[in-house]
């Protein structure tokens, strides 16, 4: 099978990550699935939520949102509160970020991961999360630089990628004609060590057999494992700024 953009089923899009972004934040990550831009700012605030306070512990939460123009046509921003769907990514991304950060080490501080996408192509919240985790990285290294920290509270690398059936063929990492279309459409977050963290799976009409889901999450678990290949080069660099897949 060669799909509609000419890769492989199980090929990636060209993935791109451009760590320190921006300017402020402690850490800024401009993530590319293709044409699938998010940008991923992660801010260090010392202190926790309420529920938190006082348990030598810190947080890691996130938002997520779309630009007017990231899509065809022009969305309206959300003005009176975040809509459901940017709920549920939002709640994703934070997630599966607090997965891998050891929380205990981090003390009592936030890490708020802002995920703003400029460019949707599908695969946004994927994006997120992997683009997500690199920024986070890079805020706390300078938590350690500065010497607050004796050593990065991160226990793993986690990424994520979308899957799925274009009519009997499993595919992996949809753009938007393939997601608008898929039989089967999931998501699949995962820890380097090959530990889920979500999977979120939909048949659109006809039901699929365990035997296609386990081809899906072998389908995923490759992808990710080249994402968190690209995610070590990225941390581990010493002035490297852009880092291709």
Request: proline share 4%; glycine share 10%; charged share 25%.
């Given at each position: 099978?060669?799909?509609?953009?000419?890769?492989?089923?199980?090929?990636?899009?060209?993935?791109?990550?451009?760590?320190?972004?921006?300017?402020?934040?402690?850490?800024?990550?401009?993530?590319?699935?293709?044409?699938?831009?998010?940008?991923?700012?992660?801010?260090?605030?010392?202190?926790?939520?309420?529920?938190?306070?006082?348990?030598?512990?810190?947080?890691?939460?996130?938002?997520?949102?779309?630009?007017?123009?990231?899509?065809?046509?022009?969305?309206?921003?959300?003005?009176?509160?975040?809509?459901?769907?940017?709920?549920?990514?939002?709640?994703l991304v934070g997630r599966s970020l607090r997965a891998v950060v050891d929380m205990a080490k981090?003390?009592?501080?936030?890490?708020?991961?802002?995920?703003?996408?400029?460019?949707?192509?599908?695969?946004?919240?994927?994006?997120?999360?992997?683009?997500?985790?690199?920024?986070?990285?890079?805020?706390?290294?300078?938590?350690?630089?500065?010497?607050?920290?004796?050593?990065?509270?991160?226990?793993?690398?986690?990424?994520?990628?979308?899957?799925?059936?274009?009519?009997?063929?499993?595919?992996?990492?949809?753009?938007?004609?393939?997601?608008?279309?898929?039989?089967?459409?999931?998501?699949?977050?995962?820890?380097?060590?090959?530990?889920?963290?979500?999977?979120?799976?939909?048949?659109?009409?006809?039901?699929?057999?365990?035997?296609?889901?386990?081809?899906?999450?072998?389908?995923?678990?490759?992808?990710?494992?080249?994402?968190?290949?690209?995610?070590?080069?990225?941390?581990?660099?010493?002035?490297?700024?852009?880092?291709?897949?």
């Open positions: 099978m060669v799909r509609h953009d000419g890769r492989r089923p199980d090929q990636l899009r060209p993935v791109v990550v451009t760590r320190d972004y921006l300017r402020h934040p402690e850490g800024s990550v401009l993530v590319e699935f293709g044409d699938t831009k998010v940008i991923c700012t992660a801010s260090l605030e010392d202190k926790v939520p309420p529920f938190l306070r006082g348990r030598g512990q810190g947080w890691v939460t996130a938002e997520y949102g779309m630009l007017p123009r990231s899509t065809n046509t022009r969305t309206a921003r959300e003005r009176s509160g975040t809509g459901g769907r940017s709920q549920e990514i939002q709640r981090l003390g009592e501080r936030t890490v708020w991961v802002d995920c703003d996408v400029i460019q949707a192509d599908g695969g946004t919240r994927t994006a997120a999360i992997t683009g997500g985790f690199v920024a986070v990285a890079d805020a706390l290294a300078t938590l350690v630089k500065a010497g607050t920290l004796a050593a990065l509270p991160v226990r793993d690398c986690v990424a994520a990628i979308s899957v799925g059936m274009i009519g009997v063929h499993p595919v992996l990492d949809l753009d938007y004609v393939e997601d608008s279309t898929a039989d089967v459409d999931m998501n699949v977050v995962m820890t380097a060590a090959g530990a889920f963290v979500e999977v979120q799976g939909t048949a659109e009409q006809t039901p699929f057999s365990k035997e296609r889901l386990d081809d899906l999450l072998a389908l995923a678990s490759a992808g990710i494992r080249q994402l968190v290949g690209l995610q070590r080069r990225a941390i581990e660099a010493r002035g490297e700024k852009t880092f291709v897949l």
